[in-house]
Antibody, heavy 123, light 108 residues
Framework: EVQLVESGGGLAQPGRSLRLSCSCSGFFFGDFAVSWFRQAPGKGLEWLGFIKSKLYGGTTNYAASVKGRVTISRDDSKSIAYLEINSLKTEDTAVYYC??????????????WGKGTTVTVSS | SYEVTQPPSVSVSPGQTATITCSGDQLGYKNPCWYQQKPGQSPVLVIYQDNKRPSGIPEQFSASHSENTATLTISGTQALDEADYYCQVWDSSTASVVFGGGTKLTVL
């Protein structure tokens, strides 16, 4: 069974950093890109960025709204992707999801989602 | 940046057909996909690659698209289809994933 499990959420203080993990199983992790999303309470889905598979260079791209404050990385030997958020703000409070990204004719879409991990930023 | 527009809400009577649209410049050429998110759950892909359904997604879900619009159609709508539905495209010019704001489907 294909599974993505996010972890690392919890209560964090403004200004601090947080690293979330996305542990993957049931498929060959190295073949897929991984995206990170978040969803603030009562709001829609916000794409934060993604990391391509090594086959496509392992490069990253980020949403303009978080560029410079977020870093996505991957460890193919452990089948884990990471999301690091710096200089946390209260507005970063959200459920954070990772996804397995399929590539079709040059277009990415998200075929499997994790259950999410909740991050609350508060002093 | 590229924008995808969806109506905030759509209502449908049980057993009827619901249609949810999303629009954007040249959206039909950007591989529009659709996701369903029920309260308290993570999103689920329901339509991909034009009009394919992942395993486990019933035939009542279908989609179409024209140059600037994509449409998700849910036939024989039931109460369990109540959810938020999101349209997603890939903007190759910025190598970015773009989601619409979501449409809340209510089955009255």
């Amino acid at each position: 069974e294909v599974q993505l499990v996010e972890s690392g959420g919890g209560l964090a203080q403004p200004g601090r950093s947080l690293r979330l993990s996305c542990s993957c199983s049931g498929f060959f992790f190295g073949d897929f890109a991984v995206s990170w999303f978040r969803q603030a309470p009562g709001k829609g889905l916000e794409w934060l960025g993604f990391i391509k598979s090594k086959l496509y260079g392992g490069t990253t791209n980020y949403a303009a709204s978080v560029k410079g404050r977020v870093t996505i990385s991957r460890d193919d030997s452990k089948s884990i992707a990471y999301l690091e958020i710096n200089s946390l703000k209260t507005e970063d409070t959200a459920v954070y999801y990772c996804t397995r990204d399929e590539l079709y004719r040059g277009y990415y879409y998200m075929d499997v989602w994790g259950k999410g991990t909740t991050v609350t930023v508060s002093s | 940046s590229y924008e995808v527009t969806q109506p905030p809400s759509v209502s449908v009577s049980p057993g009827q057909t619901a249609t949810i649209t999303c629009s954007g410049d040249q959206l039909g050429y950007k591989n529009p996909c659709w996701y369903q998110q029920k309260p308290g759950q993570s999103p689920v892909l329901v339509i991909y690659q034009d009009n394919k359904r992942p395993s486990g997604i019933p035939e009542q879900f279908s989609a179409s698209h024209s140059e600037n619009t994509a449409t998700l159609t849910i036939s024989g709508t039931q109460a369990l289809d109540e959810a938020d539905y999101y349209c997603q495209v890939w903007d190759s010019s910025t190598a970015s994933v773009v989601f619409g704001g979501g449409t809340k489907l209510t089955v009255l």
